[in-house]
């Protein structure tokens, strides 16, 4: 059974799934899948929806599985787009629309790769494809939903790839074997309002605020390990609200975000942060409240069989060698990395959450050509 990758990222970017809207992509998904023999059960939790597809007996002990997810980013101001958004026009070989590169084109190049695959060369194994509507949102009931279910029915992927973009200029540059643990740190420093002209009956926050931020943006967290860049650190708003001049205000926030290597966890930068809050009250007589959200822990896939394995399909088809990276944000590989092996390979990304987002559309059949034979090479084995 022939599906056209382009054809479908057409028919998914015609859905506007702007997160946590399902917009028909999952059920067009699941139809075509249904048609092609997979078993396919909605796994929707808390409002979202999130749809699981296996090809071949739960039994099997070898599964290869595919995760990526419909979902796209809202649109912006639509005035700003030169095409529609959910249009999927094409001109001068790109294909346009919320979600082409990120990641509609992924999942409709690995969801006919497994179709193509299954009809034509049946596997002795399973194929999986776990496939979230909540990966731009909080992400708490998407493919996090999809593991919990699948521990609970007794479904196992044994090795994963996610479709995410990871190409920063060309098709095959990069692979992700990794990725950084992400934190938010909200501050609020609190203090005793008083009449700017008199600061000696009030206590301002504001000093001991801009020493705390300061302290923990100058602070060094590690130089780098052996395969992630060095922590980051990035104070990202100071906020007070203040409009009056002769007032000194009873409080003031802050909030940061750090992404950090596997040198860390959230746990140890959780300490540090309260620590150094704490020092810097013992100061000024302040009183600060720290609230903390870790959205994922750094990981790391060992390069070896499977990075290998994708290295080889990616080569194949672009001639080009994949560089092993743990760069950028966060992606569903964070829970992923609990079930099984994971790595990401996909698209270029350099339009991904964009006005006039687009994808080259030879590369999405490019695309399904490097899913294809990673399920080849995979089942060979």
Known sequence: ???????????????????????????HLDAVLTRAGFTCTRV????????????????????????????????????????????????????????????KSGVAAFVAAAVEFVSTTPPDGAVILAITGDEEGDAADGTLALLDWMKDSGEQMSHCLVGEPTCPDHMGQMMKIGRRGSLNAHFTVVGQQGHSAYPQRAL???????RLMDRLASHTL????????????????????NPATNVIPAQSRAT????????HSGASLSDWLRTEAAQVDAAFGTRTEVQIRISGESFLTPPGPL??????AVTAETGVTPELSTSGG?????????????????LVGKTMHQVDERVEVAQIHQLKAIYGRVLRDYFAQ
């Open 204 to 210: 301002n926050p504001m000093p001991a605020i801009a």
């Open 307 to 312: 990075s290998e394995l994708i290295a080889r």
């Open 256 to 263: 940061l975000n750090i992404r950090f290597n596997d040198s």
């Open 44 to 103: 929707d939790r808390g409002g979202v929806c999130n749809l699981f597809a296996r090809w071949g007996d739960k039994g099997h002990a070898r599964s290869f599985g595919f995760n990526g997810h419909t979902d796209v980013v809202p649109l912006g101001n639509p005035a700003d787009w030169t095409v529609a958004p959910f249009g999927a026009e094409e001109k001068d070989g790109f294909m346009y629309g919320r979600g082409a590169t990120d990641m």
């Open 330 to 346: 966060t992606s569903d590989a964070r829970f992923v990395k609990d079930h099984c092996p994971v790595v990401e390979f996909g």
């Open 1 to 27: 059974m022939h599906i056209d990758p382009a054809e479908l990222t057409a028919a998914l970017i015609g859905c506007p799934s702007v997160t946590p809207e399902e917009g028909g992509a999952l059920v």
């Open 222 to 241: 590690d130089t780098g390990t052996a395969h992630f860049d060095a922590s980051t650190l990035a104070v990202v708003t100071i906020d007070t609200g």
